[in-house]
């Protein structure tokens, strides 16, 4: 993670005060920022396509997603800050294969704790931070059960950032992990968050394993394989420690 403290204290500044700025200027610097993830999402998500977008903010990637999969696809959105959700739903009002979620995505129906940051309104935590600015209980539920009751429909693609609690997410779908041999997933790797939320890269890692699954460090658009070494080798990286990985079906 890079951070430029002086620039996020003014983005915080224009989200809480002028947040039609702030949007504008947030949008130009994802697409310049998020260049090679965004032509990755074009290659592997497809039309019609029906995807989870989990830590969706304010709906950046969600109205890119929408272009993608079209009018007979689908973007299932979960945020739950309810400052964030708000400013999402209007983000998003033109596009209507869009449903959004105002939950966070955990493995259970419960509510969960989170920790508002002070500086980003994109690193609210499931655990405490130093000088937080709030804590907000949030309605949570797991994927499996939004699936059962019908409230999803499907999936095949899954787009996730959470500040260290994916694991506690996935747990929560294992059942659609596990069915569904086409699904691809594209995942926040943060060792210093998954501690931080109390679990560990390698549980992450071999939670996977498990399932069939390997994990592909995405780099400036490149992808390559990481094997089980390189995950206990890197297990106690620092906080800035982090990049993006696509998770898919092993063969």
């Known amino acids: 993670m890079d951070f430029n ?7 915080n500044w224009l989200y809480k005060n002028c947040f039609p700025l702030y949007n504008f200027t947030y949008t130009r610097f994802k697409n310049k920022n998020d260049f090679h993830e965004i032509e990755l999402l074009k290659k592997l998500i497809k039309p019609n396509d029906y995807v989870l977008d989990i830590g969706a903010n304010i709906g950046f990637y969600a109205k890119i997603i929408s272009d993608i999969v079209g009018e007979k696809g689908q973007v299932y959105c979960f945020e739950p800050d309810k400052t964030n959700y708000n400013y999402l739903v209007k983000n998003t009002s033109e ?4 449903k959004l979620f105002n939950l966070a995505v955990s493995d259970k129906s419960e509510i969960i704790k989170v920790y508002k940051s002070k500086l980003l309104n994109v690193d609210h935590r499931t655990y405490p931070v130093n000088n937080y600015d709030s804590v907000e209980e949030i309605n949570a539920n ?3 059960e939004l699936l059962k ?3 999803l429909e499907k999936i095949n693609f899954i787009k ?3 500040q260290g609690f994916e694991l506690t997410a996935f747990k929560g779908m294992q059942n659609l992990l596990s069915s569904n041999n086409n699904i691809k997933i594209i995942a926040e790797y943060w060792p210093h968050g998954f501690k931080r939320a109390g679990t560990s890269a390698i549980e992450f890692y071999d939670f996977f394993g498990k399932l069939n699954y390997q994990f592909k460090l995405i780099d ?6 990481l094997d089980r070494n390189y995950i206990v080798e890197n297990n106690d990286k620092p ?11 092993k063969g």
Do not use: A, P, R
Not at 5 to 11: A, E, L, M, N, S
Not at 220 to 225: A, D, Q, T, V
Not at 239 to 249: D, P, T
């Open 5 to 11: 403290y002086t620039k996020i204290k003014i983005g």
């Open 95 to 98: 596009n209507k294969n869009i």
């Open 160 to 162: 996730i950032d959470i």
């Open 239 to 249: 906080f800035e420690f982090s990049f993006n990985v696509l998770i898919e079906k």
């Open 149 to 151: 009751n019908k409230s």
């Open 220 to 225: 400036e658009g490149k992808i390559s394989l």
């Open 142 to 144: 797991s994927i499996d």
